[in-house]
C-alpha cells in the first residue's frame, strides 16, 4: 500500500469555484500533516499545516483533517488561475517526527 | 532574509565525476533536509539533520553523502555520479520537525 496517495489530476476547476484536493494515508501514528503548493519549474512552498482533527481555515484555505479515516484534504475557496499548480500532500511516517513522506500531488488547472 | 539558499542552480555531469551541492539557510532552524524530485517519483528524502552535528538516512541514501558543516549549511556529496542520480534536489529547514521550507533547487542532469 502506498504511504500518502492522491489522485494525480488533473482537477480542472472553473476560476471563483471551490477546489477540493484529497489525500489519504496508511499510518495511523502521524501526527503532522503539510499541503504544498508547486508551481512548474519551481520548489515546493508551504501553504498549510495541521496537526489535530477538524478544519483550519487560512484565507481562501481550508485543511480538514479525520484521523480516524486517514484522511486530510484541501479546500481552495473563489479559485484563481494564480491557483494552478500541483498540490502536494506531506505526512509525517513511520513514527518519526523529522520523515516527511510526500504524495505524488495533484494537478489543480483553474480555468477562466 | 534569504530563506533557503542553493548552489549551483544548474549541473551537468560526467558519470563517474563528483560534485557536492552546497545548501545555507538564514532563518536559525535546527533541522535540515536534502530531497530528489524525479518525474512520476514525487518528493523523496536523501538524507536529513534534526540538529547540528546529526545526519540520517531517508528513503534513497545510496550513491549520497552529506555534511552538516554548522546550523547553517548542510551540503549534498555524489562521489561517483550515474545517470540514475538525474534529478532536482531540493534542501529544505525546519524548526526542530515542523514546517519544512524549501531552497529554489539544483538541476543535475548526468550523461
Known amino acids: 500500500q502506498k504511504e500518502v496517495e492522491q489522485n494525480s489530476g488533473p482537477l480542472s476547476v472553473p476560476e471563483g469555484a471551490i477546489a477540493s484536493l484529497n489525500c489519504t494515508y496508511s499510518?495511523?501514528?502521524?501526527?503532522?500533516f503539510f499541503w504544498y503548493r508547486q508551481y512548474s519549474g519551481k520548489s515546493p512552498e508551504l501553504i498549510m499545516s495541521i496537526y489535530s482533527n477538524g478544519d483550519k481555515e487560512d484565507g481562501r484555505f481550508t485543511a480538514q483533517l479525520n484521523k480516524a479515516s486517514q484522511y486530510v484534504s484541501l479546500l481552495i475557496r473563489d479559485s484563481q488561475p494564480s491557483d494552478s499548480a500541483t498540490y502536494l500532500c506531506?505526512?509525517?511516517?513511520?513514527?518519526?517526527?523529522?520523515?516527511?513522506?510526500f504524495g505524488k500531488g495533484t494537478l489543480l488547472t483553474v480555468n477562466p | 532574509n534569504a530563506g533557503v539558499t542553493q548552489t549551483p542552480k544548474f549541473q551537468v555531469l560526467k558519470t563517474g565525476q563528483s560534485m557536492t551541492l552546497q545548501c545555507a539557510q538564514d532563518m536559525n532552524h535546527n533541522s535540515m533536509y536534502w530531497y530528489r524530485q524525479d518525474p512520476g517519483m514525487g518528493l523523496r528524502l536523501i538524507y536529513y539533520s534534526a540538529s547540528e552535528g546529526t545526519t540520517d538516512k531517508g528513503e534513497v541514501p545510496n550513491g549520497y553523502n552529506v555534511s552538516r558543516l554548522n546550523k547553517r549549511e548542510f551540503s549534498l556529496r555524489l562521489e561517483s555520479a550515474a545517470p540514475s542520480q538525474t534529478s532536482v534536489y531540493f534542501c529544505?529547514?525546519?524548526?526542530?520537525?515542523?514546517?519544512?521550507?524549501f531552497g529554489p533547487g539544483t538541476r543535475l542532469t548526468v550523461t
Open positions: 506531506a505526512v509525517n511516517i513511520g513514527g518519526s517526527n523529522y520523515k516527511l513522506t
Open positions: 529544505a529547514s525546519s524548526v526542530l520537525s515542523y514546517e519544512q521550507y
Open positions: 499510518d495511523r501514528g502521524s501526527q503532522s
